[in-house]
């Protein structure tokens, strides 16, 4: 098996050398980590990338603490134009799996569609790959080796599921040591997540934009309800999504 490892905030973020320890106790024969050079969040399946004499900018550069033989790399892209590239021999054979993260701070709720962590994971699964988001519920994590000892149960899970077509695993830690962590549960995707923007207008027609802690209390069975409770929670999204039986406007002429 050959991994992938990325993630939206960056190449210096400890979370990469998390994942890639996880894939290499589940067994991965190769595990290289290409990340963006700078933060990313929020970019969710952007194809943006920074270009010299039309030349993705790439530099081979050392992640903190990865495990031995594992390169890495700092591209100038959001994380899903990585996954893309990936895809198609970027970064040598096309990958099998794809992890992403693990993120600081949760991706719940239906704002995953804003995350370049899940956004990573969702490129990669329209290229045939499978993908696994993960993150951490807070924004200056600790416990690491929580969100390692997860990732590495899900990777075993995976590996009995080998066909899991267009789907992305979305799995969220408490910031926890792992003995306080509740377990896991499968869990739907809250209204929003755990993030709530408001938006406020000001004077001369200009827009202010305000966030704040979504506490989920309101939607207590959801992945960010299960979460601020303490429960680690695990989601199968995918995408693109369509509606195959949906009643829309055809017409068997044309239109004159």
């Known amino acids: 098996m050959r991994v992938l490892v990325t993630n939206d ?9 998390v994942l890639a320890r996880a894939a290499l106790d589940a067994g991965a024969d190769e595990v290289v ?9 929020g970019a969710s399946a952007s194809l943006l990338g ?8 790439v530099e081979r550069t050392d992640a903190p603490d990865l495990p031995d033989g594992v390169t890495s790399y700092a591209v100038r892209a959001a994380p899903a134009l990585i996954a893309f590239v990936a895809a198609h021999g970027g970064f040598g054979p096309k990958p099998d ?3 992403s993260g693990v993120n600081r701070g949760a991706n719940t709720g239906h704002a995953v569609l804003h995350s370049g962590t899940v956004g990573a994971a969702l490129s990669a699964a329209t290229h045939g790959i499978r993908g696994v988001a993960v993150s951490l519920a807070d924004a200056r994590p600790q416990h690491w080796d ?13 590996a009995d599921r080998p066909h899991l077509p267009d789907r ?3 799995l969220n830690v408490p910031d926890r040591p792992a003995a ?3 377990g896991l549960r499968k869990a739907p995707l809250a209204a929003f997540g755990a993030v709530q923007a408001r938006v406020h207008e000001v004077e001369h027609g200009n827009l202010m934009l305000t966030y704040a802690e979504h506490g989920g209390s309101q939607e207590p069975d959801t992945d960010a309800g299960l979460l601020l409770r303490g429960w680690a929670t695990v989601t199968l999204v995918h995408a693109p999504a369509f509606d195959a039986d949906a009643d829309l406007p055809e017409r068997d002429a044309p239109l004159l």
């Open 168 to 170: 992305v695993v979305n």
């Open 50 to 57: 920074a270009e010299q004499d039309g030349r993705l900018l």
């Open 97 to 99: 799996l794809v992890l």
């Open 146 to 158: 929580t969100a390692g000892l997860y990732t590495r149960h899900v990777l075993d899970w995976l």
């Open 33 to 41: 980590v290409a990340a963006p050079a700078r933060d990313s969040s």
């Open 9 to 17: 905030d960056g190449i210096e973020s400890p979370g990469l050398a």
């Open 180 to 182: 306080e962590v509740r």
